[in-house]
């Protein structure tokens, strides 16, 4: 068969390195890509945000499967355009996306089914968004209600911070129509966790339990990330927890969703805070993380074609999951700058003594062929990724590797797996 992936991140290298061992593949594209990618896709030259484009390209070279890496396309409805043009495709409609979508109609959800998660009020005014936050005081958390590129959220500490939020967001619109209506939360505190599963809107099953590192200096400070590294299992996840998110959080949100006329398919992600009161809920996420899937698909012995499949066609149940014992870990090497700004086009050396490493695999995220050379082309440029016997084992050869890999201004959190390494390693 002929798969066509979607993006072009660390994710979508992972998604492509693991559809690649499916015996029942036989030709993989990738739109658009990236240098790593096309080691074992032929890359598409069309963005996600071009469904149109995307759907003319399934149709044309005749696509018997997509599978969409990133959140934009989903939430633009690119499941829906594929089904009525007859293509297949893995991921949630249009209608149930807007758990990503929209952060507004995610809580409205979230309180309708009694799924625990950080109070919060609602505002499409500039002035009553202000007098509320003056009211109540910092901490808080500033939210733009749509898709923001993974920044649309601010912590605020001060009461100046959070007016300066809303202004930014409501007034001067740097998140454009994004930004028209906002959320100010009740700031939590706690552990994060991701909490990943596949479910076919009816039968779930969790992902093995990863954990993300976002900010982007060691010790968890500085700005927020798309993700410096991740590790699974994550110790904290214990098999009480997940149970404890699964009935609690996951459960009700695949029913309510169904109940909604809006039946979930695909993967779905919990942003969790593990609060001294439980598991709430931070944000959904209607796709894999990244790079949660970096440190979580490398584990999965299962067909992920296989997975798909039965997730399309709603048997989920008839097939559980088979993990990989050993840990692993992902450390992602950015760019000097990032998420602030940063150079691209640096030349990235090393990369070839790894191709025959065992356990050791390079997945790419911001890079570009320039020739026979490969470039940094992003903030996030590659996910060094480890398995190993155990935690600390897995975390020691991932830094190892590190070590041979160089380009100009790389940067990575030296920090990966800590808290795992802190709790000592539960399987699950
Ligand atoms: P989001 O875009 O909703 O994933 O938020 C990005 C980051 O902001 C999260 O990973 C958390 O670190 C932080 N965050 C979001 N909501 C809250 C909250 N209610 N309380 C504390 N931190 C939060
Ligand atoms: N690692 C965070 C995310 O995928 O949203």
């Known amino acids: 068969m002929k798969v066509l992936v979607i993006g072009s991140g660390g994710r979508e290298h992972t998604l492509v390195w693991k559809i690649s061992q499916s015996p029942k593949v036989d030709k993989i594209y990738c739109a658009p890509g990236n ?4 080691e074992l896709a032929e890359c598409i030259d069309i963005t996600p945000d071009d469904i149109n484009g995307l759907a003319g390209f399934a149709l044309s070279d005749q696509i018997d499967l997509t599978v969409v890496g990133p959140e934009l396309p989903l939430v633009e409805g690119i499941v829906d355009l594929f089904e009525s043009r007859d293509l297949r495709i893995f991921g949630p409609s249009r ?8 952060k507004v109609f995610s809580k409205e959800i979230m309180l309708k089914y009694g799924v625990p998660t950080a109070g919060a009020e609602i505002f499409s005014s500039f002035e ?13 958390v500033v939210k733009a209600d ?6 649309g959220a601010v912590v605020c500490h001060t009461l100046d911070e959070a007016l300066k939020a809303v202004e930014a967001i409501m007034q001067k619109k740097i998140f454009g129509e994004s930004g028209k209506r906002i959320l100010v939360e009740d700031c939590l505190f706690g552990e994060e966790a991701s909490f990943i ?3 076919d809107g009816e039968n779930i099953v969790p992902m093995a339990s990863s954990q993300d590192h976002k900010r982007i200096y060691d010790g968890d400070k500085g700005p927020n990330t798309g993700g410096m590294g991740a590790y699974s299992p994550a110790p904290m996840i214990t098999r009480d927890l997940s149970e404890k998110i699964m009935q609690e959080i996951i459960r009700p949100v695949v029913n309510g969703l169904a ?3 809006r039946p979930y398919k695909g993967v779905l992600y919990a942003g969790l805070i593990i609060t001294d009161e439980g598991p709430k809920v931070i944000e959904f996420n209607v796709r894999c993380g990244d790079p949660e899937s970096q440190a979580v698909i490398p584990r999965l012995k299962n067909d992920l074609i296989d997975i798909i499949n039965d997730i399309i066609d709603g048997r989920l149940s008839a097939r559980s999951l088979d993990w990989d014992e050993r840990p692993c870990v ?7 700058g990032y998420p602030g700004s940063y150079q691209k086009g640096k030349l990235i050396s090393g990369l070839q003594e790894f191709s025959n490493a065992k356990d050791i695999i390079l997945f790419h995220a911001g890079t570009k062929l320039s020739g026979q050379e490969i470039m940094t082309d992003g903030g996030r440029v590659l996910g060094v990724t480890a398995l190993g016997k155990d935690i600390k084992e897995t975390i020691d050869k991932a830094y190892q590797a590190i070590e041979k890999i160089d380009f100009e201004g790389i940067y990575y959190r030296k920090d990966i797996g800590y808290r795992a390494l802190e709790k000592g390693a539960i399987k699950r």
């Open 35 to 38: 240098a790593g990618i096309a």
């Open 95 to 102: 209608q149930a996306a807007l758990l990503e979508g929209s």
């Open 128 to 140: 009553k968004a202000k007098d509320y936050i003056q009211a109540k005081g910092a901490p808080l």
């Open 146 to 151: 749509g898709l923001a590129g993974g920044k």
């Open 197 to 199: 599963v596949f479910t």
């Open 259 to 261: 109940s909604e006329g």
């Open 330 to 336: 992902c450390i992602v090497c950015a760019s000097d």
